[in-house]
């Protein structure tokens, strides 16, 4: 598995969950960086699915 899928994984993780507190204290900047991190990760993730395939992974 390339690295840039799990990166991509934990960025998307962390983006849920600084999402997630930014909606539930209100914190629009928090909730704005929480879903501009998760496009992030699934770009990444996405980036390092293609680098497998193209391993033959």
């Not at 960025?11 to 629009?28: C, F, P, S």
Request: no cysteine; charged share 40%.
């Amino acid at each position: 598995m390339d690295k840039d899928r799990i990166e991509g994984s934990m960025d998307q993780a962390k983006g849920a969950v600084k999402e997630g507190a930014g909606k539930l204290t209100g914190d629009k900047k928090m909730e704005a960086e929480g879903k501009a991190d998760k496009a992030s990760g699934k770009l990444q993730n996405a980036v390092g699915g293609l680098k497998d395939k193209l391993r033959g992974e």
